[in-house]
């Protein structure tokens, strides 16, 4: 079972790789944006379920972060929209990922209590290095300073965030441990 999911997670992040580089036209720094609102949106839902159904007091603490520091990225992108007198585009990829994510969520709703934990932390392992992957990319594609220079700012916070779900994902996975 477990090898079935990493071969369903290798897929979609293949497949999520492959809407990012290969959508034609280059995606615009609007388009860009849109994708990583998309992305921080998605894992605000995915936390909020998680404060919803967890036992743990650590994956609790892990999840309102999340909510927090994603919130603060997508107000930071809204921000420069605003000031670049411009909103956010959609693009295939934003689209794709939009569709991908509420199927994650409603499955990881689907969990049971006892299961929760695991299947939040693995989803979120496999969503932030998708995610990672994704600013690191848009990073060189990027047009304008200012909107490298909040993914630039944002990459560290998404680096973090998938560590801790590892380290938290080795923590929850170990009979014993004090969650």
Do not use: C
């Not at 034609?24 to 998309?38: H, R, Y």
């Not at 919803?52 to 994956?59: D, G, I, P």
């Not at 956010?88 to 569709?99: F, G, H």
């Amino acid at each position: 079972m477990n090898g079935r999911r990493i071969a369903a997670a290798l897929l979609l992040l293949l497949s999520w790789t492959a809407y990012v580089q290969a959508e034609q036209p280059p995606l615009t720094d609007q388009q860009m944006l849109g994708v990583i609102f998309v992305a921080d949106q998605a894992e605000i839902a995915a936390a909020n379920l998680a404060l919803r159904k967890t036992r743990s007091n650590s994956l609790q603490v892990y999840a309102k972060r999340i909510v927090s520091e994603h919130a603060q990225v997508n107000q930071e992108i809204m921000t420069l929209t605003q000031r670049f007198g411009t909103q956010l585009q959609r693009s295939a990829t934003s689209d794709a990922l939009t569709k991908q994510s509420a199927d994650e969520i409603a499955e990881l709703d689907e969990a049971s209590t006892y299961d929760f934990d695991e299947a939040y932390l693995e989803h979120e392992v496999e969503f932030l290095q998708k995610l990672v992957n994704t600013v690191e990319a848009y990073i060189r594609m990027a047009r304008s300073a200012e909107a490298r220079t909040l993914l630039i700012r944002s990459r560290p916070s998404f680096i973090f965030h998938l560590d801790q779900a590892q380290r938290l994902q080795i923590t929850i996975g170990s009979p014993g441990l004090i969650r």
